[in-house]
């Protein structure tokens, strides 16, 4: 771990998003644990969750773990891009299966990368969380999704806050993506038009910059990612 420039989690590493991070960080020569469902081979250690298990015994084993995997060391970022996307109104069949799926698939792994970062950052290290545009407003055909995504959005602000909980100096940020361009996506809208998706490399290197402090946003910023024309700007909220 010493030969590396860095060190850095990213929770959701085996996602799409996330393995571009994970990737990203290793080609800078980073040292990268990822945490996830699955293992993600191209990183230096995986903690792989169970499913099966719940909030607090989730938090509990990932906790451990991160604990064993760094020992004295400290972590430059924690990087959460965990999550997932399902639909439906109050007057759907799944909608309260759906707003549970997710509030764990969002809430669950930002609270517990929360967790992970007041416990392992270094001081002026970075957090960074992942909400949507979507839920800066009323989302009545996917309201689970955008209710846990609003949530991700509460989050970051009291974090960022005096007393949040943070190493000094640290700063965390929430993402705010419109459509990231996934093979997913890719898949189930191929007639879109892919010049407004915002590209993966772009938010990966983005949180690299973050790592080395360069073009960090202000603490507790939530950045829109709006993409037009294949070019992505940040808009902060």
């Not at 839920?135 to 960022?160: D, N």
Request: contains cysteine; glycine residues 10%; proline residues 3%.
């Amino acid at each position: 771990m010493s030969a590396s420039i860095g060190r850095v989690i990213v929770y959701g590493g085996k996602g799409a998003l996330g393995n571009v991070c994970v990737n990203t960080f290793k080609t800078h020569n980073y040292w990268v644990g990822s945490i996830d469902m699955k293992t993600n081979e191209a990183a230096d250690a995986n903690i792989v969750i169970n499913s099966e298990h719940n909030w607090l015994e989730q938090e509990e084993n990932i906790l451990s773990q991160v604990k064993e995997l760094l020992g004295e060391e400290k972590l430059d970022g924690v990087i959460c891009v965990a999550g997932g996307w399902a639909g439906g109104n109050a007057s759907n069949k799944d909608f309260v299966k759906n707003t549970d799926l997710m509030c764990k698939q969002s809430i669950w792994s930002s609270v517990i990368a929360a967790k992970v970062a007041a416990h392992y950052l270094k001081e002026g290290g970075f957090l960074s969380l992942t909400g949507a545009k979507a839920a800066l407003e009323g989302t009545p055909g996917m309201i689970g999704y955008g209710m846990a995504k609003a949530a991700v959005h509460q989050l970051t602000k009291s974090l960022a806050s005096t007393g949040g909980g943070l190493p000094t100096d640290s700063l965390v940020a929430s993402i705010l993506p419109v459509t990231l361009d996934t093979p997913m996506n890719r898949k189930w809208m191929p007639k879109a038009d892919t010049s407004t998706w915002t590209p993966l490399e772009f938010v990966a290197n983005l949180f690299l910059d973050w790592s080395q402090n360069k073009n960090r946003p202000a603490n507790g910023s939530l950045l829109q990612l709006i993409t037009k024309d294949n070019k992505t700007e940040l808009v902060s909220e």
